[in-house]
């Protein structure tokens, strides 16, 4: 059998803990080893997730773009808006996934500035969509946390 994908990592990182690790010089070579292993172990849940993660992103803030839009209508933010959900990725690799995000987010960034000042002008529709935005990034977050003993 031919590991592939998180499996090889994963692999690689068990390869170190078992057959390196012992072999270290010293104490800062084992330290080192360890961390290496330990770090290739958290790119293993990268690989296995990341499409996954980065998909439930787009989807997200598109979502919110979409409905905060109206408010926006005629605006260059708005004309922003509009022009990100119709953007598809220009692929599914990782990085591209990753760009595309990327674009996604600096706009729910501006987004987010806008929507907050209006909060701050006293504006009540402001309110929806910045929890929304807040819980979109928690999400966000909640999608990148590893399963990890460190």
């Known amino acids: 059998m031919i590991p592939q994908g998180a499996q090889g990592v994963g692999h ?3 390869r170190i803990v078992t057959d390196l690790l012992p072999k270290a010089a010293d104490d800062y070579m084992a330290a080192d080893l360890g961390m290496i292993a330990g ?3 958290l790119v293993a849940q990268d690989f296995e997730r990341g499409t996954e993660v980065l ?3 787009i989807a997200d803030i598109h979502a919110i773009l979409e409905t905060a839009a109206p408010r926006f ?3 260059d933010l708005g004309r922003r808006m509009a ?3 119709a953007r598809l990725p220009s692929g599914m690799r990782l990085s591209q996934l990753t760009a595309h995000t990327d674009g996604a987010m600096r706009v729910l960034i501006d987004v987010h500035a806008a929507v907050e000042a209006a909060a701050d002008a006293g504006e009540g529709w402001a309110k929806m ?3 929304a935005i807040w819980t ?3 999400a966000h ?3 990148r946390s590893y399963d990890s003993a460190f």
């Open 39 to 41: 770090l290739l172990g």
């Open 83 to 85: 022009a990100e959900v």
């Open 129 to 131: 969509p910045d929890l």
């Open 73 to 75: 209508a005629g605006s």
């Open 141 to 143: 977050v909640a999608r």
């Open 55 to 57: 998909l439930a992103d």
């Open 136 to 138: 979109f990034l928690d």
């Open 12 to 14: 690689l990182a068990t």
